[in-house]
């Protein structure tokens, strides 16, 4: 097959002929516009909570405050994620780019980590040393803030398939959290003048985003290190090739996922002629599929 003027030098080696899996080695169908409404409205406001957090002196509304900063971050990586991961495979990357959703989701997690390791820093310093707080200030910049997060939560909440999109929700529903205790620490303080409830819910805040900061950190790192998807069972496969008619062995098997949710396979099978070969890799390929959900799969026959 020769290029035409719209093909790259490439393109025709990465199709897909009959039979073949129908994985498309990128990521079409999910829209940016999700994640472009997310970044603008955090954005918008994390300038303003920045400003008004040094001026309240309240490590709860900084903290909330660090939160937007590193939750507008977060999600222009994820936007810009997205759009790398539209790009089709080329002669440099033959998979494609739909691993960078993952690697930005890894890197907003460990981001998430840094910020929660500063805010129990800092309010482990002000327990011993408290500070005054503004508490007026701080409620109103804090009810603000909750109302943007909700919606920022809400229209990342339309995606729900995408990894990269819910480490960026962990980011914001942990600032949403933190824009909740903010508005806590604020009423009491102005209510009562007890300044250590801003470093205490900042802590109690802090511990409850590490929860999903880790799933989604795990998740990722799974991903990227090419591990077995979640939900199938890797001896099992095994042991299910191995009952396929004229299959004597497995060997060299290896099952990862090429995108999130788009399982591969390859691996040797010892079978007793070759010229079974056709008749074998059907059954091996329709079992695949039924019971195991695999659709991409490469394998080699081997005679003993």
């Not at 954005?43 to 002196?57: D, P």
């Not at 939160?67 to 033959?94: E, F, N, W, Y």
């Not at 909750?146 to 999109?165: E, G, M, P, Q, R």
Request: aromatic share 6%; glycine share 8%.
């Amino acid at each position: 097959m020769q290029p035409t003027h719209t093909d790259t030098p490439s393109s025709h080696l990465h199709a897909h002929g009959a039979g073949d899996a129908k994985h498309a080695h990128s990521i079409a169908g999910r829209s940016q516009s999700i994640l472009g409404w997310a970044f603008g409205l955090t954005l918008l406001f994390a300038g303003v909570e920045v400003f008004a957090g040094f001026i309240a002196n309240s490590l709860a509304l900084i903290s909330d405050a660090g939160h937007m900063v590193t939750d507008a971050a977060a999600l222009g990586l994820a936007l810009m994620a997205q759009l790398i991961a539209r790009r089709p495979p080329s002669s440099k990357h033959s998979f494609g780019f739909v691993r960078a959703e993952a690697l930005a989701a890894f890197v907003n997690a460990l981001v998430m980590l840094a910020v929660v390791g500063w805010i129990v820093y800092e309010a482990s310093q002000r327990f011993s040393h408290p500070e005054a707080v503004q508490g007026n200030t701080v409620m109103i910049v804090a009810a603000i803030g909750l109302a943007i997060n909700c919606i920022v939560a809400w229209v990342l909440s339309h995606d729900k398939d995408s990894l990269n999109t819910r480490a960026a929700l962990v980011h914001v529903m942990g600032d949403l959290l933190g824009s909740i205790a903010a508005l806590v620490a604020g009423a009491v303080i102005a209510m009562t003048g007890w300044m250590q409830i801003d470093p205490l819910l900042s802590v109690i805040v802090a511990l409850l985003i590490l929860k999903s900061t880790f799933g989604v950190l795990k998740d990722s790192y799974h991903f990227l290190m090419e591990g077995v998807p979640q939900h199938i069972d890797y001896l099992k496969v095994g042991a299910d090739l191995e009952q396929v008619p004229g299959v004597l062995s497995v060997h060299d098997l290896h099952v990862w996922d090429m995108s999130p949710g788009e399982p591969a396979l390859i691996g040797h099978l010892e079978i007793r002629d070759l010229s079974e070969w056709p008749t074998v890799l059907a059954a091996v390929r329709a079992m695949l599929l039924e019971r195991h959900g695999i659709d991409h799969v490469t394998l080699q026959p081997e005679t003993h």
